[in-house]
């Protein structure tokens, strides 16, 4: 058995995932191999992922190469891997037609790794049931984060029986042992990231653009300081880089916030338990997120978290005034009412929110995403 799995550009998320698979087939003695579009990772600055990479890598155009077609590069490289199952990441772009395409045509089972759901955008019926028999219906099986994305496919008619979840997940040890390492000795930590403010801070790690709302999140947290006062006021970080970062550097200037509001920029993955770990509480204040793999790294860190509501990992990872608080994205009194009300809680109580995230993220762990692709592949 030869199982293939495609990502566009494999990061650290996706780093452990395929090493849990990777070791899964070794244990069964099958054959492994990961496939991503592109090394490039200007759009995902991921940082080094050297140590991290354990498993057979192939990619399809690497930063040397002259094509910028993957879907005509792709099925050269399936005829040489021969594989006997194929997951493959959505089914809009170019290259992943391409794979199902090859794979219809050589009868290899198909899984689609999916985390679409219905709100994500505003959507025509017609034109979901036309993609549907165009192209989704003739995968084999499914994996994908969770139930609204399983809801989604079966609204369309995509069999339940062949809907297998676990693809949202990451390294939960990786964030569990880094963030502890941070708390028990802060002052290593705040060396390590000079940046680490010593005032206790909410933490955003996220790309700096329009979708992700953090001018309003800027706004609430200008009034929640207001409200609260200056002295008990923690501080907002708000990690990443992206094309609304010198809106929000002006934001932030024009509200008179600048002492309180770090803009860090990318943070490296193996650098990211220590800003979780001396964290008070994580913010995810998107309008529209498929799922946010960000929530489940804060949940492992043993955070408590605070959402909105729109955010695809929102009704499975938040469990509402017991290991966080969601909120309306669109109005800026409700973030400033989650703001407060977390800051307002004692050490000892945000200490046990942040186990509660640590217990419900233990089921979202990247066995369950090789385990998902096994049930799918024997479907």
């Known amino acids: 058995m030869h199982i293939v799995i495609i990502f566009i550009n494999i990061g650290s998320y996706h780093a452990a995932r395929l090493r849990a698979v990777y070791s899964a087939c070794q244990e069964k003695g ?8 592109t090394d490039n990772t200007l759009e995902h600055p991921w940082g080094d992922l050297e140590q991290e990479i354990t498993f ?14 993957p879907e005509a590069v792709l099925p050269g490289f399936l005829d040489n891997l021969l594989p006997d199952a194929v997951a493959i990441p959505g089914w809009g772009f170019p290259v992943s037609r391409a794979a199902l ?29 036309l993609k549907f028999w165009l192209c989704i219906n003739k995968f084999d099986a499914a994996l994908v984060g969770g139930k609204l994305h399983r809801d989604y496919l079966i609204k369309l008619g995509f069999p339940r029986d062949r809907i297998f979840y676990g693809y949202d997940t990451v390294d939960n040890d990786h964030f569990s042992q880094t963030a502890y390492k941070a708390r028990q000795n802060p002052e290593k930590a705040r060396q390590r990231h000079p940046q680490i403010p010593t005032k206790l801070y909410f933490i955003v790690l996220t790309r700096l653009l329009k979708r992700k709302n953090l001018a309003r999140l800027v706004i609430a947290y200008a009034n929640y300081r207001q409200q609260i006062g200056i002295e008990k006021a ?14 929000i550097h002006q934001l932030i200037d024009k509200l008179g916030i600048t002492d309180c509001v ?10 990211l338990g220590d800003w979780y770990g001396l964290a008070g509480a994580f913010v995810h204040p998107a309008l529209l997120e498929p799922w946010g793999l960000v929530v489940n790294e804060a949940c492992a860190a043993g955070l408590p978290i605070i959402c909105s509501h729109t955010v695809g990992s929102a009704s499975e990872l938040v469990q509402d005034g017991k290991n966080g608080l969601l909120f309306e994205p669109e109005n800026i009194s409700d973030i400033t009412r989650t703001l407060i009300s977390i800051s307002q809680i004692d050490a000892e109580m945000r200490m046990k929110m942040g186990d509660l995230s640590q217990e419900i993220i233990a089921k979202y762990s990247t066995k369950n995403f090789a385990e998902g692709i096994r049930k799918a592949i024997n479907i």
């Open 234 to 247: 923690w501080d907002l970080i708000i990690c990443g880089s992206g094309e609304e970062e010198s809106n």
């Open 262 to 271: 770090h803009l860090p920029g990318f943070i490296p993955y193996q650098a």
């Open 56 to 69: 057979p890598l192939k990619t399809l155009l690497p930063k040397d190469c002259t094509s910028n077609k």
């Open 101 to 129: 395409s090859w794979c219809r045509r050589h009868r290899i089972p198909t899984i689609v790794m999916s985390e679409t759901k219905w709100d994500d955008e505003p959507r025509q019926w017609w034109k979901e049931k």
């Open 30 to 37: 099958w054959n492994f191999t990961a496939v991503q579009v």
